[in-house]
């Protein structure tokens, strides 16, 4: 069993009249139980030069259907415009601007589940990191 | 109006080598450089229905602007989730303690972020679930 841990502190002095801090720290288990996540593929970067068309970045049916698997994406883009489409089986997410990231669980619960991202410009890299419940 | 999202991601055996990412992005709106300016707080909710319920509905006028959403699952039973869809589609399950961080984009009004206790029975007690959404538009209306 291994042990990996996330944590988010989101933090605004002027946001709101008084300041404003959330944390959170999260042990990642598998699904239901308290035992540690022990798969992950990696951090990895993926470049899409031309075309910039739709891409399958995990295929749900290449992992454990309704399990606790946990994504991290990261647009490393620094010009302000340019954002990641993030959908999940066809249905939109939202779209991760420069500089933007994302965490979150994902049950890859059929084989259409995939996570597809689609850059809206050429040569835009995006950073991810998958932790495997399988 | 800055607010900032951290994000650490720390293991020392999950692979050969450590895993350590720890990443910050400033909350923008869409396209620029300047900062999103409002907040529905932070909001809790007990959930005791297997039944998906609208955490946030989605609005028109946010289509495609910047949104970010925060959800946790309070539970301390780590065997109680919640299932997160958008558009009735499955993102996944946020089990006790889970958290999660996304950008919204309300792509049209179906696109609200439902919320079912799919674990929850009369004797698992309430599944409390803590939220927060950072946006742009100006019509934002919850009901959750």
Known sequence: MATTIASINITSTDLLSDSLSLSAIATLTGAGSSTGLTGTEGLGRKKLASGHAQYVLFDGGNRTADKAHKIYLKNLSSTAAEYFLITVNGEDMGRLYAGDWAFFPWSAHDQDND????PSADDMTLEYMLFTDD | MATTATLTLASSDI????VSVTKTATLTKAGSLIDLDQSTGLSRVHLRSATNKVLLAANAEGNNLA????IINKSTDASL???????AQTIGKLYGGDFMFIPWSQTDTAASIEVAATSWTASTGDIPVEYALFHEDTDFLTNA
């Open chain 1, 115 to 118: 996570i597809k991202i689609d």
């Open chain 2, 15 to 18: 692979a050969g080598d450590p």
């Open chain 2, 67 to 70: 949104a970010k959403v925060y």
């Open chain 2, 81 to 87: 989730y919640v299932t997160v869809t958008i558009n």
